[in-house]
């Protein structure tokens, strides 16, 4: 695909097949998030990739249960708009995705965290836009809190000073998502001053 293309088809798939990622496109997925620009080179980032189905499912069990509690706050017009995108508290869905990419990353002393989290999200962001081009869905999935972190910390073994960015979660569509709707660049762009 052409990048603008990729750019363009990117979405946030929620409904995945079951069926298996080849090596060499998990490859190029991994290979895109290594290249992303790091604040002072630091690469920060760590993939672990998970495909064991009792990893897995307690992922999942994991994150629903957080998010079943977190999605009581949001209010109904948020709540509306999530599910209208295929949005959910249950998130029972993530046991059957193929691969989760846990992305994972340790603050180093002499960088700030803010820097070392922009590095993080810049390697998600390319990974997301190579598995479009791979012709794979993807969707990140984000922490509600610290406890859900470390509960997830301790299902996959990580260290203390491991951090967890997001899950990637990695698959083929199952249904392709609605376009979500832009801001006109005219509304977010100003030049010399705002």
């Known amino acids: ?40 080179n630091c690469q920060p980032w760590r993939f672990l990739v998970i495909t064991d189905p009792e990893i897995k499912a307690k992922t999942a069990s994991n994150c629903t249960s957080f998010s079943k509690e977190h999605w009581k706050q949001f209010s109904p017009t948020r709540a509306k708009y999530l599910a209208a995108r295929g949005g959910s ?27 070392v989290l922009g590095s993080v999200w810049m390697a998600v962001e390319n990974m997301l836009l190579a598995a479009t081009d791979e012709g794979l869905g993807s969707c990140v999935y984000t922490f509600l809190n610290r406890n859900e972190e470390n509960k997830l ?20 569509t199952k249904t392709e998502p609605i376009p979500p709707c832009r801001k006109q660049l005219s509304e977010i762009v100003s030049y010399e001053h705002f």
């Open 153 to 172: 910390k301790r299902i996959l073994n990580a260290g203390r000073k491991d951090r967890i960015a997001c899950i990637v979660q990695l698959g083929y």
């Open 89 to 115: 508290w249950d998130k029972s869905y993530i046991r059957d995705i193929p691969i989760l990419l846990v992305v994972f990353y340790k603050l180093p002393e002499n960088i700030s965290g803010e820097l």
């Open 1 to 40: 695909m052409e990048f603008k293309e990729v750019v363009v088809k990117r979405r946030s798939v929620r409904k995945f097949k079951k069926d298996a990622i080849p090596e060499e496109s998990l490859a190029k997925v991994l290979e895109a998030g290594r290249w992303a620009p790091s604040a002072g």
